[in-house]
């Protein structure tokens, strides 16, 4: 059980990340400032320093706080035990509903970097999250019937990383399941996702289609039949 003390330095950072969040779609992320963020919540600057020692680190901390709510988000929209396909799409739909209910978050995560900062180690697990739920739909699919087309092994890092997360999570070994062929087809599917997403948010798709909601459908079911979801 926290202590009062654990309790109202949670609060208190709560507040931090839900101010810069208001900052975040009033100015954007290079224009963060911790002295604007004290005066929102009635802090002075020198108190709100001792929980976040610069702007590059409360940037750190709303970017692992918006990759957790989202990941957090597909995990839930993800149907278990359901059709691959029917989860692989209520996964897609979610994250298309996110980006449009957190534009500025969305925009944080996968727009344009900001100047100066760079984001530490500390944000890989975090970021790796909402990847882990398409990847394990795709091992689930694929379990009973791996797929018999091996190519060279151009994805050995994501590959290793994915074997080595189901063997400590699941208890499981997927790299016969997960050979180099499916892998690639997995990542190139879920980045022309976000691709898909980030055109739809960025104002891209103007001229193109009247009806990016089907458009987007198409997309997500097309790439589906890629990774060989399809009637699984």
Not at 120 to 135: D, S
Not at 145 to 168: G, K, L, T
Not at 170 to 175: A, K, P, T
Request: charged share 20%; with cysteine.
């Amino acid at each position: 059980m926290p202590t009062p003390r654990e309790t109202a330095r949670t609060e208190t950072m709560a507040a931090i990340l839900s101010a810069a969040r208001t900052q975040l779609a009033d100015i954007g992320p290079a224009a963060l400032s911790l002295r604007a963020v004290a005066r929102e919540i009635g802090m002075v600057s020198s108190a709100v320093y001792r929980y976040v020692a610069s702007r590059d680190e409360l940037l750190t901390a709303l970017i692992v706080q918006c990759y957790d709510e989202l990941g957090a988000t597909l995990e839930d929209a993800d149907p278990q035990g359901g059709k691959a396909v029917d989860r692989w799409v209520a996964v897609c739909d979610a994250l298309r509903s996110w980006a449009a209910a957190h534009p500025h978050e969305y925009a944080l995560l996968y727009g344009s970097p900001v100047p100066g900062y760079r984001a530490p180690q500390t944000t890989v697990g975090p970021a790796t999250r909402p990847t882990l739920v398409v990847v394990s739909i795709v091992v689930d699919a694929h379990r009973s019937a791996p797929p018999v087309r091996i190519e060279p092994d151009n994805y050995s890092p994501a590959r290793d990383f994915v074997v080595q997360h189901f063997r400590e999570t699941r208890g499981e070994d997927v790299s016969g399941v997960m050979t180099p062929d499916l892998m690639a087809r997995t990542l190139s599917a879920w980045i022309t996702v976000f691709g898909a997403v980030s055109f739809e948010r960025f104002g891209h798709l103007v001229g193109v289609t009247e009806d990016t909601g089907a458009f987007y459908a198409d997309i997500v079911r097309n790439l589906a039949s890629t990774l060989d979801l399809s009637g699984r």
